[in-house]
């Protein structure tokens, strides 16, 4: 594995768009109040930087997100980046990420990235049909899609990853084939594929309530990629071999990391104890420097580790009591190798319930044998 808990991964959250996704509950506000508010986050971000410099932590990623990055003007965009930079200690960093959306990425936005030494971009395709796209409220056209891919491809980027959404309303599985077929066909180093989920505050429920196809939709979507050349670390992602996205990683293996910006969250070590904070969804509140903490305790890290670990590919590693008195119920859904637990196909359909009966299963063992 190639990042390390002893170096953090480092967020920056950009909260401007071009319009709002309906679907969306990522907090952005539209580009027509950027000249209003980004005076505002620049300011208070420069703020939050000051904060978690003096931790001195060494960083090993770096990703800016949102939101869509690449609306920041150019200068906009260097002045971020020139924050940051000049704040933290990133001689380390092995992978710096950005998102971007196709409809506007320009030349000037790519010189700027590459002078700040930008090695991984992540496109928003989403779908590779026109249709599907204005459903999704996209601003991009398929063309657009191709196009942003070969202007960074040209542009001597090789870590490339492509966002697919699927099991939304108005998708079949023929189209979720071609749009699946027409990612590989780029030849990315990585595909996301997330499935549409409603979580407020997004303005429309487009999930796919037919629980059939969405089922059919994931068996395609692992066949295809696989037939690729793409193997699955992350129930969401597939990478080629040696192109997993660190910076996620990160998420994944409960490893550190500092998120900046109104709604970014983060996770840290201080005097012994792990520490969650999430900023607001609000530059009010976020100017303001108000933010959640949570000092987590043993039982929350515990619900944390059988949740994220059963979504990867290296599994959750248990004691061998635990192997021993797993419930058949349970069996269908998970399997055992070298002492740890890994979700069947079967179980990644279902992988919020099966983590809840095993973490439920856990406590119940350690009551009856004090594990």
């Given at each position: ?30 580009i ?8 505002i ?10 904060r ?28 971020l ?48 049909i026109?249709e ?8 991009h ?17 090789n ?11 108005g ?35 487009l ?50 990391y ?9 996770f ?41 670990s ?42 919020d ?17 004090g594990?």
């Amino acid at each position: 594995m190639k990042c390390s808990k002893n170096k953090y991964g480092l967020y920056i959250h950009v909260p401007f768009c071009l319009s709002k996704c309906p679907y969306c509950h990522f907090y952005s506000v539209s580009i027509d109040k950027k000249d209003e508010f980004f005076d505002i986050y620049l300011r208070a971000l420069q703020e939050e930087v000051a904060r978690y410099k003096s931790l001195d932590f060494k960083y090993e990623t770096l990703y800016v997100g949102g939101g869509t990055p690449n609306v920041l003007s150019p200068k906009e965009l260097a002045t971020l980046l020139e924050l940051v930079h000049k704040s933290f200690d990133l001689g380390e960093v092995k992978e710096k990420s950005i998102e971007v959306n196709p409809e506007n990425v320009k030349k000037d936005f790519i010189k700027v990235i590459k002078e700040f030494g930008f090695n991984r971009v992540s496109i928003g395709v989403q779908s590779f049909i026109d249709e599907e796209l204005k459903l999704l409220g996209r601003q991009h056209t398929v063309k657009d899609n191709i196009r942003t891919f070969h202007m960074f491809r040209e542009a001597g980027f090789n870590n490339i990853n492509v966002d697919l959404i699927f099991a939304f309303k108005g998708q079949t599985l023929p189209s979720f084939q071609y749009s699946l077929e027409q990612a590989c066909d780029l030849a990315p180093e990585h595909i996301s594929t997330y499935t549409m989920t409603h979580e407020k505050p997004a303005r429309k429920d487009l999930e796919l309530k037919d629980e059939e196809t969405a089922v059919k939709m994931f068996r395609l979507r692992n066949k295809i990629l696989k037939a690729h050349g793409f193997k699955m670390y992350e129930i969401s992602n597939y990478s080629k071999k040696g192109f997993e996205c660190l910076h996620n990683l990160k998420y994944w293996l409960r490893h550190y990391y500092i998120g900046l910006g109104p709604s970014a969250s983060g996770f840290y070590l201080k005097d012994g104890k792990e520490i969650r904070y999430t900023n607001p969804s609000s530059f009010l509140q976020y100017s303001k420097g108000i933010k959640k903490i949570e000092i987590l305790n043993e039982n929350q890290k515990l619900i944390e580790e059988i949740f994220l670990s059963l979504r990867t590919k290296w599994g959750l590693k248990v004691k061998s009591e635990l192997l021993k008195t797993i419930p058949e119920e349970l069996k269908p859904y998970i399997k055992v190798k070298n002492n740890s637990l890994f979700l069947t196909e079967k179980g990644m359909l279902v992988a919020d319930s099966i983590a809840l009966k095993i973490y439920e299963h856990y406590e119940e063992l350690k009551k009856e044998t004090g594990l």
